[in-house]
């Protein structure tokens, strides 16, 4: 394990490359690990971050460039408060444009095919009591590009400060993250509003639209994160499960019914696919990206994604599974 420690302030711009905003904080200290290394209270620093795993692949997409060695995202800046871009030690050692990390050839697009939605929103919540962190990547269905990230640490409504503490320190100490957890994390109702407004300023929610995605749909590795967790989480906070909530695409089910193989989860399905996997299990941010990963492998392999699981509008707890074939 390599530490450096670190203290200066600089300015920075929001997670999306084409808005700009400023902010400055004060930096601390930084943790690296051996397989692993993510922002902590400041800006780790190590020579050689390196994925947790790795799997051969014999496909273009999502490879990235023999001389690019992976890095971390920055976690200050996913949350729109990173204050060392002007700082080449900085980053030299962390990623701040996600999509680099995706990559997509021409060659990848020969095999897909037309798709019933403009947009996927890759969505891969981390939390059992509360809900803690909150990432979603949108992915363009015509090019299979990254469009954008939203990240957000979710601070717990009933938790006790002590519980807190534990809490995190159990879930996101061993990756090094814990501290930049409590420097950004912020209520759900308030994650909410800034995911509204995040899908408003894409022109993929609104409003007039009664509450419903426009052109797009979210894709989990499984149903719990919206048939299960979000409903609770939104009874917790004391607020309205929104209506884009209402329906979903279980990445498992597709997965099942389009290679005819069954996989119960992203590391399985990344391992039969040949996809690498990169960053820390568990860590949503990562995770989603790994996810990710996985969709744009079977769009390029002309996996068609269509709407598995829609909740009941007289009674939001009936959820109809539209999929014969699917993984219970």
Not at 41 to 65: F, I, V
Not at 85 to 97: G, I, R, S, T
Not at 292 to 317: C, E, H, P, W, Y
């Amino acid at each position: 394990m390599a530490t450096a420690l670190s203290a200066f302030r600089v300015s920075i711009s929001r997670i999306s490359p084409f808005r700009a905003r400023q902010f400055s904080y004060p930096a601390t200290s930084g943790l690296a690990h051996t397989k692993r290394i993510l922002c902590s209270s400041s800006h780790s620093l190590s020579s050689s971050p390196s994925p947790s795993d790795t799997y051969s692949s014999s496909s273009s997409l999502m490879e990235t460039n023999e001389n690019t060695r992976w890095r971390p995202m920055c976690l200050y800046y996913t949350h729109g408060k990173c204050t060392k871009m002007d700082d080449p030690a900085h980053l030299e050692v962390f990623n701040h444009d996600c999509s680099k990390e995706l990559p997509v050839t021409a060659a990848d697009l020969e095999g897909k095919k037309p798709q019933e939605f403009d947009f996927f929103l890759v969505l891969d919540l981390e939390g059992k009591v509360e809900i803690l962190e909150f990432p979603v990547l949108i992915v363009d269905a015509r090019t299979l590009q990254v469009v954008d990230l939203f990240h957000r640490f979710v601070r717990p409504t009933k938790m006790s400060e002590q519980a807190i503490n534990k809490y995190i320190e159990g879930k996101y100490g061993e990756v090094g993250v814990d501290r930049v957890w409590h420097d950004t994390a912020i209520p759900f109702k308030q994650v909410v509003e800034e995911f509204e407004g995040w899908l408003a300023e894409h022109g993929l929610w609104g409003k007039e639209t009664d509450g419903a995605l426009n052109d797009a749909a979210f894709v989990t590795c499984g149903n719990w994160d919206i048939k299960t967790k979000i409903p609770e989480q939104c009874v917790v906070a004391n607020t309205n499960l929104p209506q884009y909530f209402m329906e979903w695409i279980n990445l498992k089910d597709v997965y099942l019914n389009f290679y005819g193989r069954e996989a119960r989860g992203m590391v399985s399905m990344m391992r039969q696919c040949g996809i690498r996997l990169m960053g820390s299990h568990h860590l949503g941010i990562d995770d989603t990206k790994n996810i990710t990963r996985v969709v744009q492998r079977m769009l390029a392999d002309g996996a068609v994604f269509k709407i598995t699981a829609r909740r009941s509008k007289s009674n939001m707890r009936n959820v109809e599974f539209l999929f014969k074939n699917r993984i219970k």
